[in-house]
T-cell receptor
Framework: LAKTTQPISMDSYEGQEVNITCSHN???????ITWYQQFPSQGPRFIIQ???TKVTNEVASLFIPADRKSSTLSLPRVSLSDTAVYYC???????????FGAGTTVTVRA | DTEVTQTPKHLVMGMTNKKSLKCEQH?????MYWYKQKAKKPPELMFV???????INESVPSRFSPECPNSSLLNLHLHALQPEDSALYLC????????????????FGPGTRLTVL
């Protein structure tokens, strides 16, 4: 499983865009990049998954450069309720195993 | 219904007790998982069931015993636990084991907060 590196924490204010970059230098050809969100005392929740270029859904966007050695999760116009831990995971289609890294604690202030 | 339910929400047990955690999903998912999460740490995989058969045991001590009575239900039987086993126990399910989105998207329950005295 490819190792991921994310910032430990990030602070933001309501209405701002938050970008979290994850490094995964040894990503394999078949690996996908997946992001989960976890609120305190809750289970993680799937946000987005991508392989290359850009993926967007109603919650976030995921930007993956051509070399795929990093990826950036973009949360548009955050609110207080977006305060959570965000995990970047890398694994191939056969990976049943979600290996969570340390995650990034995002704190949104009013 | 995209919900995974877990009971109880909280559990306090002594080291000699036997207790069980329950997890249920009605999404027709064929893969179910148990994770353990210590405070301020990421979740760690314990067990994986696929089509009601135990597929993966991540070298978990035998005092934790999983059971999958049917495709919707997953139990974790606890016996002779240690105080260091105190943690949040998370259950998750996915359409299939592995594959790509959406089949591999894992849906997590809220967890059971376990305290071992």
């Amino acid at each position: 499983l490819a190792k991921t590196t994310q910032p430990i924490s990030m602070d933001s204010y309501e209405g701002q865009e938050v970008n979290i970059t994850c490094s995964h230098n040894n990503i394999a050809t078949n690996d996908y990049i997946t992001w989960y969100q976890q609120f305190p005392s809750q289970g993680p929740r799937f946000i987005i998954q991508g392989y290359k270029t850009k993926v967007t859904n109603e919650v976030a966007s995921l930007f993956i450069p051509a070399d795929r050695k990093s990826s950036t999760l973009s949360l548009p116009r955050v609110s207080l309720s977006d305060t959570a831990v965000y995990y970047c995971l890398v694994g191939d289609r056969g990976d049943y195993k979600l290996s969570f890294g340390a995650g990034t604690t995002v704190t949104v202030r009013a | 219904d995209t919900e995974v339910t877990q009971t109880p929400k909280h559990l306090v047990m002594g080291m000699t007790n036997k207790k069980s955690l329950k997890c249920e999903q009605h999404m027709g998912h064929r893969a179910m998982y148990w994770y353990k999460q210590k405070a301020k740490k990421p979740p760690e995989l314990m067990f994986v069931y696929s089509y009601e058969k135990l597929s993966i045991n991540e070298s978990v001590p035998s005092r934790f015993s999983p059971e999958c009575p049917n495709s919707s239900l997953l139990n974790l039987h606890l016996h002779a636990l240690q105080p260091e086993d105190s943690a949040l126990y998370l259950c998750a399910s996915s359409q299939e084991l592995g594959g790509s989105y959406p089949y591999n998207e894992q849906f997590f329950g809220p967890g059971t907060r376990l305290t071992v005295l």
